[in-house]
């Protein structure tokens, strides 16, 4: 079945980069995304990546895609503190056709100062 | 401006009683999604709807019932055969299956009392 794994923790210093790491399981993917949550609210679309690409990079942000090994990766460059938060991965499946989205357990991403 | 809005953010239900969780969006979306979010666990699909007066449902669909009578609203209701209620719910809607973005509310927390 579709499985989507995360790290559940991440702690890094402000200004260093962060890199949270993702594995999936569905071949057939078209679309995986990153979202980021702050606490008691609702998820932010950070950036997605279509999965004939290997990477796409927007402002701080890096994704890189190895479909061979179902991998994927967020960069963010110079961490600031008001990037802690909860970072999801998740996947669209193109078989079904339904929006449904596949969730990874989240990172929580700590940035001391 | 455009979004998604639930209400209330913060629900106290009673051992036995059905509550309703309110999902309204102005963005024209056709379909709309119910999450559950516990700690540690990501996000598991409740229901789902793509169009108005049809939903499917999700993963863990048990206990909960919606409607999907305007385009615009999703209302879950927690009955009291959900055994565990205490979560976190998102609501989410997708302008069709084909997009890319999901749009999320801001979540409403419900506590059994």
């Known amino acids: 079945g579709e499985d989507v794994e995360q790290s559940l923790f991440l702690s890094v210093r402000e200004g260093d980069s962060s890199v949270i790491n993702c594995t999936y399981t569905d071949s057939s993917s078209t679309y995986l995304y990153w979202y980021k949550q702050e606490p008691g609210a609702g998820l932010q679309l950070l950036t997605y990546?279509?999965?004939?690409?290997d990477m796409k990079q927007d402002q701080r942000l890096t994704v890189l895609l190895n479909k061979k090994d179902k991998h994927l990766s967020l960069r963010i460059a110079d961490t600031q503190t008001g990037d802690s938060a909860i970072y999801f991965c998740?996947?669209?499946?193109?078989?079904?056709?339904?929006?449904?989205?596949?969730f990874g357990q989240g990172t929580t991403l700590q940035v001391k100062p | 401006d455009g979004g998604i809005t639930q209400s209330p953010k913060y629900l106290f239900r009673k051992e036995g009683q059905n509550v309703t969780l309110s999902c309204e969006q102005n963005l024209n979306h056709d379909a709309m999604y119910w999450y559950r979010q516990d700690p540690g666990q990501g996000l598991r699909l409740i229901y789902y709807s793509q169009i108005v007066n049809d939903f499917q449902k999700g993963d863990i669909a048990e206990g909960y019932s919606v409607s999907r009578e305007k385009k615009e609203s999703f209302p879950l209701t927690v009955t009291s055969a959900q055994k565990n209620p205490t979560a976190f719910y998102l609501c989410a809607s997708i302008r069709d299956t084909m997009n890319t973005e999901a749009f999320f509310g801001q979540g409403t927390r419900l506590t059994v009392v």
């Open positions: 998740a996947e669209s499946l193109g078989s079904s056709n339904t929006g449904k989205l596949i």
């Open positions: 990546i279509f999965s004939n690409m």
